[in-house]
């Protein structure tokens, strides 16, 4: 061992360091001159900021961020114990009271003994304070996607309608509303969902602020789904004297209206009747086209948007004809004298051509029963009835009355 050390010189060597580690240490202790430097970017902190808030309604907007530049100044030992977490930039908000810009003086403080500073820059700082608003905003949904066929999606509801904000009044002004996207591409039933909303302005261009608080965190969002059937209109028919209603048939317009529904129902429903004719009605009136309003069921939607339709009506193997009869009978008591003016009556009668072809004028009877009824001097007008002798299903068009004259007294 001893042979190795003195080989390899390893005492000699020891000697060596140990003398200049020491030197070092005589020559730091001996000549520790003072010196600067400089720490760039050190963060501004604000003193107040939630005083600022709730004494004034105030918050800054611009200058939170700010950075300043420090040198420093100590002995070369001190100065190796800095560091930028050891060196504080502090605004005081206190003598904010007004919303506006703002020069700012900062204490800058270096938590190490015997370092003091040499320079800042810059020496103040500009700040920016803005009046906190609140704002109610409606919400906007934009439905993306196509629904598949057969179906659509029928706008949407929003709960709530508008959202609350909070912010800076020069930001808050240019919020227009809240705006969601929802895609429900390929959707069959309702869907919904509860979303977190953008805000943007008139031009629906995004705002994005760090100073803007969303009180209204979520909104849900609901889209109804409707399935598309097209269902063909139909009606009944009352017969009438003569006129069977099975001899009656409708062409009605439209068709055909499309229904949809945001449940199965629609798909349940193979047709929607319009409602009953009276065929007695239509023919007293001569009147064969009618207008008859389209009712769907609740919860059951009518998606071709006619309200009504138009049903023209008509009659298979009926046939309409005039009869000329004289046989007027008058029944019946009255006080006053009178005498018949009327010698014939042209009579309409309506049914079935193999019925109508049967009857002949003879057949025909005209019946005015006086009883109730009051004469007065001159021609006066009474109401009769008009039969068919025999059993046959025909019906009278018209209302028919006879005229008696009936002398002064």
Not at 61 to 74: F, L, M
Not at 86 to 114: C, F, P, W
Not at 194 to 217: A, P, R
Request: glycine content about 6%; charged content about 20%; proline content about 3%.
């Amino acid at each position: 061992m001893k042979h190795w050390l003195k080989k390899n010189d390893i005492l000699a060597r020891t000697v060596c360091l140990l003398a200049a580690v020491l030197l070092w240490f005589v020559v730091m202790m001996t000549d520790n001159p003072e010196i600067e430097t400089e720490f760039r970017n050190i963060k501004l902190s604000f003193q107040g900021v939630e005083a600022l808030r709730q004494t004034y309604n105030l918050v800054i907007i611009e200058g939170e961020n700010a950075t300043v530049n420090v040198k420093i100044r100590g002995q070369r030992s001190k100065i190796a114990e800095v560091t930028k977490d050891k060196i504080s930039a502090t605004v005081n908000l206190s003598s904010v009271t007004t919303q506006g810009n703002h020069e700012m003086a900062y204490d800058l403080r270096i938590n190490v003994d015997g370092v003091t500073v040499a320079s800042r820059n810059p020496y103040y700082v500009n700040i920016k304070t803005d009046k906190i608003v609140s704002a109610s905003v409606p919400v906007q949904v934009n439905i993306s996607g196509e629904a598949p066929e057969g179906y659509y999606y029928d706008g949407y509801t929003v709960s709530p309608a508008t959202v609350e904000i909070e912010g800076p009044q020069s930001e808050i002004k240019n919020i227009a509303r809240a705006y969601i996207n929802f895609d429900t591409s390929g959707e069959t039933t309702g869907v919904g969902g509860v979303f977190e909303y953008t805000l943007v302005d008139e031009q629906g261009n995004e705002i994005v602020s760090d100073y803007i608080i969303k009180k209204t965190q979520n909104v849900e969002v609901s889209v109804p789904v409707h399935k598309v059937n097209e269902i063909p209109l139909t009606v009944n028919f009352a017969s009438a004297r003569g006129v069977d209603k099975t001899l009656a048939s409708a062409e009605i317009s439209p068709k055909f209206i499309q229904i949809s529904s945001n449940t199965n129902d629609s798909a349940e429903i193979n047709q929607i009747n319009l409602g009953t004719i009276d065929l007695e009605k239509l023919i007293q009136e001569d009147n064969y086209e009618v207008d008859m309003p389209i009712i769907l069921p609740n919860g059951i939607k009518n998606e071709s948007g006619e309200a009504a339709a138009k049903v023209k009506v008509s009659l298979t193997g009926i046939k309409r004809q005039e009869f000329v009869t004289a046989n007027i009978n008058i029944t019946g008591e009255s006080a006053a004298q009178y005498t018949l003016s009327t010698n014939m009556i042209t009579v309409v009668l309506i049914g079935e051509e193999s019925v109508i072809e049967h009857i002949s004028d003879d057949m025909i009877k005209v019946l005015v029963d006086l009883n109730g009824i009051e004469l007065w001097p001159g021609a006066n007008r009474v109401p009769a009835v008009v039969t068919v002798e025999g059993d046959h299903d025909v019906g009278v068009i018209g209302k028919y009355e006879i005229i008696l004259d009936v002398e002064e007294p």
